[in-house]
């Protein structure tokens, strides 16, 4: 686990009020309960925030699990 | 509960935190639930305002607040407003925060605009305002909750481009005048005020008000940066309905009035003039003055010589705020925290009426360790970022304005001139008398309201129950057939004191029971209740009541009025610890008017 997945495990362990180590790159709404459409707005707003990147309408669309998430923010061209 | 832990939690939230960190702290708040005074919140709206909770309950909780917060569901303003058995009104909300967007309240004005005429934004603007007053008349009948409307916003993009400012018919015109009657409109339903969102919104840019995909995919109306900026203005608003409102700015005077120290510098090296940093403490003065106009009490607690601050009050051309200003100088050698209880026992007021700003660190830490009742405000080492705190803090911020507020700081000085008639004449009659009091009793009416609850929330001393009714319970006792409310106005020879006093009593066929008895504390000593009473023993007999009843709750602050029953002759009927019960025989009962008090139809025209 490097320095970027803690950050990113990090962000989303607060927004979702989760551990950190219930975080891995297959985590979604299936596995995590408070991951509503609501929570993901949060996410959304909490990833813009914690990485300083502007996220499109299709690229919060896409996020559907933490290693789809990985990718927008790379793409994005978030400090990984 | 470790303070510390709360402050530390509450500033990892600050205005430069991640909406990570305000879900976090929002969440970890809840722990905390018992340290704050709790508010029931409803919000209501036609976008989803779900994601605004979290950061409501963040800036309320540095207000002070515990916020319970329902969201309504999407787009059922009305429904929520004019149903007695909505999810709203079952919540049993303290305060109601009603956020539309125009396309949901008006579709056409919002989507189509350019294809109407002047005639229809006209018909629309006022429709839109009628419906909202209509469903906030219906609301009152069952809730007294306070509600708070918000304004709508200003057009991201002008529809007419650079033409969109020169043109009457504009999009922008008709928000403007939408906004203008909303106004209006709040104005004639008790306890509804506005939430100015397009101040808001221009504040931190209306390109970043909205987030686009929040609002495509979601139907957010608010982008992050708007979330925060939106749940503070609540925030303020909450603690200005929910508390009595701080009363006194104390200041220092050394690198907060002026720049330097003046035992040091001297009258002519201390800066205050046109240009930086002397500039910048000149508008300091400028923003402490339009503070002192507001109604808001100044105060100085200084560590100086007093003949060295006369000599700059005086002389010093460029000093903007005048010995006039001030209620109170504290101006000596004495600990500071010593000095703020001298003006709050000068003043009588509480010490939680006050706000005190020094730029002195440890002077603050000091005065917060020893009374942190009073709001210091977080010590600025930069003379611009003290300006901004002090401006930005919202702490003297409440929801109506009344003429007393404007004059009160005159008020407060013609009160010192009394004081020094009292210390010459003999006896305390020689004094009443060589006031030449003139008293008007008027029921409560649209014109007295405002005043009547200021004085209903903030005056502790002579107050007999202490009630602190909201603005809606207000007006739903004064409508009431079983309920008299008297407003009392007190004039001398000093100058017009305004309302002072506030009576309220409940009757039946032939009782009658006093509910709210209260007179502002610089009233107090005048035997001004003694004629409030006699006023009320007459009304009372005109209406072939024959008995008045009355309750005395004792509260920390109360007792100047502890012996009002005992001494007009009342007999106490119930005597349990705390709460005493108090009744009058009107057949029997010998309250005198003070024959050197005059009564009139209007104190106003007293000379």
Known sequence: VNAENDRLSRTIAQVFDVSTDEISDDSSPETISSWDSFGHLDLVMALESEFRVDISADDALAMRNVGLIRAVLRKAGAEL | MATADLESL??????????????????????????????????????????????LEVESAKQGFAVDAYVAPFNSVSQELLSPDSGCVSHRPDVVFVSQLLEDVCAPLANDFLALDASEVRRHVTSIVAELADA????????????????????????????????????????????????????????????????????????????????????????SHALKSVAR????????????????????????????????????????????????????????????????LLAVNSKNNLADVEEVFRSHPDMVLKPEHFASMQVNWRPKPENMQAIAAELALGLDSFVFVDDDAAECALMQEVFPQVLTLAPQSEPLARMDALLNSGAFDKVSLTDEDRRRGELYRTQAARDQ???????????????????AIQPVDDFSLPRVLDLIHKTNQFNLTTRRYSA?????????????????????????????????????????????????????????????????????????IDTLEGQFIPTAKNAPAADFFARHGFIQTAAASGPTDWR????????????????????????
């Not at chain 2, 008639?421 to 008293?439: Q, W, Y």
């Open chain 2, 10 to 55: 509450l500033r990892s939230a600050d205005r430069t935190a991640g909406t990570a960190a305000y879900l976090q702290t929002a969440r970890r708040l809840r722990e905390f639930a018992g340290d704050f005074r709790s508010c029931r919140v409803a919000l209501l709206g036609t976008s989803t305002l779900n994601p605004l909770v979290p950061f």
């Open chain 2, 136 to 223: 906030l008349q219906h609301f009152r009948r069952y809730s007294s909750a306070v509600v708070v409307v918000h304004n709508f916003v200003l057009p991201q993009r002008p529809l007419l481009g650079i033409q969109e400012v020169m043109e009457n018919a504009s999009q922008s015109a008709a928000i403007r005048s939408l906004n203008g009657a909303l106004v209006d409109a709040v104005r004639a339903v008790p306890g509804v005020y506005l939430l100015d969102c397009d101040r808001l919104a221009a504040e931190i840019g209306y390109q970043t008000w909205q987030d686009p995909k929040l609002w495509y995919l979601a139907r957010a109306a608010f982008s």
């Open chain 2, 233 to 296: 203005a609540q925030a303020l608003l909450i603690r200005s309905v929910m508390s009595a409102p701080r009363k006194c700015l104390v200041v220092d005077l050394d690198n907060t009035l002026w720049g330097g120290v003046l035992g040091e510098a001297g009258l002519g090296g201390i800066q205050l003039g046109h240009s930086y940093p002397g500039n910048v403490f000149r508008d300091f003065q400028r923003a402490v003055l339009s503070l002192h106009r507001r109604g808001v």
């Open chain 2, 421 to 439: 008639v009292r210390n010459a004449s003999g006896s305390l009659e020689d004094f009443l008398r060589g006031l030449k009091m003139e008293i």
């Open chain 2, 472 to 544: 809606a319970e207000l007006a739903i006792l004064i409508a009431s057939d079983e309920c008299s409310a008297f407003s009392l106005r007190v004039a001398d020879r000093f100058g017009d004191s305004g309302i002072v006093g506030v009576a309220i009593a409940r009757h039946w066929s032939d009782r009658a029971r006093l509910d709210t008895f209260l007179l502002s504390c610089r009233i107090i000593g005048r035997t001004v209740e003694t004629a409030f009473l006699a006023f009320l023993i007459d009304w009372a007999r005109a209406r072939g």
């Open chain 2, 584 to 607: 009058l025989s009107l057949h029997d009962a010998r309250v005198q008017w003070p024959d050197y008090i005059r009564q009139v139809d209007d104190a106003r025209k007293a000379s």
